[in-house]
């Protein structure tokens, strides 16, 4: 499984670090998500598919490898 | 259960139909969308898209090939004209009926207008694309309501170089919704960056040269824009037997009648963080919504109480505002970081005791989850703000 972000999509809203915190961070200065892990194991994958799911602004995909 | 209805294809059905699919159901289902378009994203249309930063193409919640691994019954371009509870059938505008054993409502809301043609409305992707051919440099556009469209569809307006005249008819906008120091300065914003805001004037009608206000003056334009709120999508529903009423009435579940929930903008539930009956028209609501009511469609048995701290944010010409929880009707705000003149600040809403919620402008964003968390875990108000001050 692999984590996109669309970063320019993002509108900061820290949506994805409360669904996924071991994947997701936000940046200090103006709350951008920071993809932690792009490959997360699969006991991830179920909180990965919230952020999916929460993302106000749909920039995050989940691709199936 | 075999066959599930989804009503709305926007965020709140399209997250409804997903969840369904995570959680394993695999019957037949059907979504209806009364727009041809496949799912899209809205917030963007009174920013990017209206500022032509992005085509339409952008705003596609998902893509066509992501769509089709739900092997969906997709129903574009059909309205829902009625609801037949008993016999378990959804009536749609091509004259099918479509039966169901669980149904999803999420066809969220529509702009209220003015008496009078030729004024814009921005809900759809379509709105926004005609109203954006209109605009540009020393275009006279007139802004009807000064709320948080209206306030991001000026701000984009304004950067396009069009000149700018929002009409508002409290004498403070938005300060029902987050009071009115906070209000001052979001208005303070417009203002400076040289819109023509005019406070405590009522528009009646659309004219051809205008807006005509109800002191009988006309304001001249060359696009008007009307951005007075939005009404609940429930006329289809008015002979099922459903209580409706500023919405589609549920429970603290999502749910309206035995296995009928509703989800987004259109959703009046019971929300039992804030012991309250809210309707929320955020994005944010509308996906954890139409995941909140698919779960307890397929688990009866182990419904949860949909209990979301809500949260908005808005952009408008320089300011990021943002919001957690649930502003309206708060008894006192308090700047507990930065400053209301500089823009920066954090304010905090008491409603009763309790902590009701936290509005940001200009602050990171990362430093306001606290806040979230703080009215999620239903702190007093003493212990959130305590060494602030009041204003």
Known sequence: MKVELDEPKCVASGQCVVAAPDVFDQRDEDGVAILLEEHPGAELVRDVREAVAVCPAAAIRLVEQ | ?391
Request: charged share 20%.
């Open chain 2, 1 to 391: 259960m075999k066959r599930i209805v989804v009503v709305g294809a926007s965020a709140a059905g399209l997250a409804a139909v997903e969840t369904l699919r995570r959680e394993g159901y695999d019957g037949t289902l059907t979504l209806v969308g009364e727009e041809s378009h496949l799912p899209y994203d809205r917030p963007p249309l009174s920013k990017q898209v209206l500022a032509a930063e992005w085509e339409p193409d952008r705003v596609a919640l998902r893509t066509p090939a992501d769509l089709a691994g739900h092997d969906l019954d997709l129903r574009l371009g059909v309205a829902a004209t009625g609801l037949d509870l008993a016999a378990q059938e959804v009536s749609l505008s091509d004259g099918a009926q479509v039966p169901y054993d669980g149904l999803i409502i999420a066809t969220g809301v529509r702009p209220r207008r003015l008496p009078g043609e030729g004024a814009h409305v921005l809900r759809t992707l379509d709105d926004a694309l005609t109203l954006r051919e209109r605009l540009g440099p020393g275009r006279r556009l007139v802004v009807v309501g000064a709320g948080f469209l209206g306030a991001e569809a000026a701000a984009v307006a304004w950067r396009l170089g069009a000149k700018v005249t929002l009409l508002e008819p409290a004498s403070v906008p938005l300060s029902h919704a987050v009071g009115e120091q906070v209000g001052q300065v979001l208005a303070q914003a417009h203002v400076d960056h040289g819109v023509n805001l005019r406070t405590g004037v009522s528009v009646t009608e659309v004219t051809d040269e205008g807006v005509r206000l109800g002191d009988g003056e006309e304001v001249e334009a060359d696009e008007v824009l009307v951005a007075i709120g939005s009404l609940p999508n429930t006329a289809w529903l008015a002979d099922s037997g459903l209580s409706v009423g500023d919405g589609v009435v549920c429970d603290e579940y999502c749910e309206a009648a035995r296995n009928v929930f509703a989800a987004g903008d259109v959703a009046r539930w019971y929300n039992p963080l804030f012991g309250m009956s809210m309707r929320i028209e955020h994005r944010t609501n509308a996906a954890e919504q139409g995941m909140a009511a698919a779960r307890n469609l397929l688990n009866s048995q182990a419904r949860k109480a949909f209990a979301p701290v809500p949260y908005f944010w808005s952009d408008q010409y320089d300011m990021k505002i943002q919001a957690h929880g649930y502003l309206r009707g708060h008894d006192e705000v308090a700047v507990v970081e930065g400053d209301l003149g500089e823009r920066r600040f954090v304010a905090a809403y008491r409603t009763g005791d309790r902590l009701a919620g936290a509005l940001a402008v200009g602050m990171p964003p990362k430093a306001i989850r606290g806040w979230r968390s703080a009215i999620a875990a239903g702190v007093t108000w003493q212990e959130a703000v305590h060494g602030a001050t009041t204003v």
